[in-house]
């Protein structure tokens, strides 16, 4: 099976699709793309047809005629718009793609610092911003949904890097500050009234032997209950030890914590992972699943964390400490990215079932750096 997708990539290549071509008959879309957008960190997304095993590797530039740009940092669906954050040359653009086809339909420049992009309403996108110096507090910054221009400016912590929207009406913002001017808070915005009404400390009474305090928190997700989960990568010790890293699981409504520390668990030096999309869940909602020195799925409702003889997958893969994940919510299928060397334009996704497997060493070759999967429709 290695050789079918490299084959499929030189077949959909072969069409050669181009900007000039306005309906994209050449891409057998029936009308519109579904499958999975990758997102490489390298400048690039990746379209796959998981139904026919089929692969764009630069969707964007064979439809639009031009490239993204050097580095992708994020990208949010909601409904039948896309939102990717991009960098080039020092100057980040927010760049509006339709998914049906994906054309640009506009773009949003004018930003520097710029660490994430989430679309909540119809009406506003919010965009997390950082500032040139750690030491100072970040930004959320409401952006009109159709005039793209800024409303609003919303005070967060040090150095946002995360964000999460709750159906309804919250956006999650966790500031991971630095190793020097630390932060490790999660605020938690109203988005109907643009403020912040609470501060989440990742902190809480557990053994003497195992330090209760989370920080550097780089990923959320959100349960069937509507709890968030956050991935602490921690913070180097005096010694060079990764410590106060570990899970975090925030209550809905009271927003009462509980964290499991993976110092002494996983593995000696805390934490050993990308952190940022490197945490998801199942497409049911009851649990998650997590890379620390490989990956460990965890229920929702557990006390603690798995042991490091409990790892997901199998065979090969046990200890392969993949650069993010994702699951299919439609099929549960497993999307593993994995860098090669360091990071190449040979990169790969890993596919397993919805159990976990994948006998026949399944895997696609993608741009550089894979970091994240969106779903579509």
Same mark, same amino acid.
Not at 112 to 131: C, E, H, K, P
């Given at each position: 099976?290695?050789?079918?997708?490299?084959?499929?990539?030189?077949?959909?290549?072969?069409?050669?699709?181009?900007?000039?071509?306005?309906?994209?008959?050449?891409?057998?879309?029936? #009308?519109?793309?579904?499958?999975?957008?990758?997102?490489?960190?390298?400048?690039?997304?990746?379209?796959?047809?998981?139904?026919?095993?089929?692969?764009?590797?630069?969707?964007? #530039?064979?439809?639009?005629?031009?490239?993204?740009?050097?580095?992708?940092?994020?990208?949010?669906?909601?409904?039948?718009?896309?939102?990717?954050?991009?960098?080039?040359?020092?100057?980040?653009?927010?760049?509006?793609?339709?998914?049906?086809?994906? #054309?640009?339909?506009?773009?949003?420049?004018?930003?520097?610092?710029?660490?994430?992009?989430?679309?909540?309403?119809?009406?506003?996108?919010?965009?997390?911003?950082?500032?040139?110096?750690?030491?100072?507090?970040?930004?959320?910054?409401?952006?009109?949904?159709?005039?793209?221009?800024?409303?609003?400016?919303?005070?967060?912590?040090?150095?946002?890097?995360?964000?999460?929207?709750?159906?309804?009406?919250?956006?999650?913002?966790?500031?991971?500050?630095?190793?020097?001017?630390?932060?490790?808070?999660?605020?938690?915005?109203?988005?109907?009234?643009?403020?912040?009404?609470?501060?989440?400390?990742?902190?809480?009474?557990?053994?003497?032997?195992?330090?209760?305090?989370?920080?550097?928190?780089?990923?959320?997700?959100?349960?069937?209950?509507?709890?968030?989960?956050?991935?602490?990568?921690?913070?180097?010790?005096?010694?060079?030890?990764?410590?106060?890293?570990?899970?975090?699981?925030?209550?809905?409504?009271?927003?009462?914590?509980?964290?499991?520390?993976?110092?002494?668990?996983?593995?000696?030096?805390?934490?050993?992972?990308?952190?940022?999309?490197?945490?998801?869940?199942?497409?049911?909602?009851?649990?998650?699943?997590?890379?620390?020195?490989?990956?460990?799925?965890?229920?929702?409702?557990?006390?603690?964390?798995?042991?490091?003889?409990?790892?997901?997958?199998?065979?090969?893969?046990?200890?392969?400490?993949?650069?993010?994940?994702?699951?299919?919510?439609?099929?549960?299928?497993?999307?593993?990215?994995?860098?090669?060397?360091?990071?190449?334009?040979?990169?790969?996704?890993?596919?397993?079932?919805?159990?976990?497997?994948? #006998?026949?060493?399944?895997?696609?070759?993608?741009?550089?750096?894979?970091?994240?999967?969106?779903?579509?429709?």
């Amino acid at each position: 099976m290695k050789g079918l997708y490299q084959i499929a990539v030189i077949l959909i290549v072969a069409l050669s699709i181009t900007s000039c071509n306005s309906d994209y008959s050449g891409l057998d879309t029936d #009308k519109s793309l579904k499958g999975v957008f990758i997102m490489n960190q390298g400048g690039t997304v990746c379209y796959y047809n998981d139904g026919k095993d089929t692969l764009a590797l630069d969707i964007y #530039k064979d439809v639009n005629g031009s490239s993204l740009g050097d580095e992708l940092i994020a990208f949010s669906m909601r409904k039948d718009t896309g939102y990717i954050l991009t960098e080039a040359n020092g100057q980040q653009v927010i760049e509006v793609i339709d998914p049906k086809d994906f #054309k640009s339909t506009g773009s949003i420049a004018g930003y520097t610092n710029l660490t994430d992009v989430t679309a909540v309403s119809d009406r506003f996108i919010y965009a997390s911003q950082g500032t040139e110096t750690d030491a100072n507090s970040g930004e959320v910054i409401v952006l009109d949904a159709t005039t793209h221009s800024s409303v609003a400016t919303i005070d967060v912590g040090k150095y946002p890097t995360r964000m999460l929207y709750a159906q309804g009406k919250k956006v999650y913002v966790a500031n991971s500050g630095s190793q020097d001017n630390q932060d490790s808070t999660i605020m938690v915005i109203d988005i109907t009234k643009q403020v912040v009404t609470d501060t989440v400390y990742l902190e809480q009474e557990v053994d003497e032997l195992i330090g209760g305090k989370l920080k550097t928190p780089v990923e959320m997700v959100i349960d069937i209950n509507n709890d968030i989960w956050v991935l602490c990568k921690g913070v180097q010790n005096e010694s060079g030890k990764v410590v106060n890293a570990g899970l975090a699981k925030v209550s809905y409504g009271s927003h009462a914590v509980t964290v499991f520390p993976f110092d002494g668990k996983e593995v000696e030096d805390g934490y050993i992972g990308n952190g940022r999309n490197c945490l998801a869940r199942s497409s049911s909602g009851v649990y998650i699943f997590y890379i620390n020195n490989g990956t460990y799925q965890m229920s929702i409702g557990a006390s603690e964390l798995p042991s490091t003889d409990e790892k997901f997958f199998e065979g090969d893969y046990t200890d392969i400490v993949f650069d993010a994940i994702k699951i299919n919510p439609k099929t549960g299928e497993y999307y593993c990215a994995l860098d090669i060397d360091g990071g190449s334009a040979n990169d790969k996704v890993y596919i397993f079932d919805r159990y976990g497997l994948n #006998k026949d060493d399944e895997y696609i070759v993608v741009g550089e750096m894979p970091r994240d999967f969106v779903f579509y429709p």
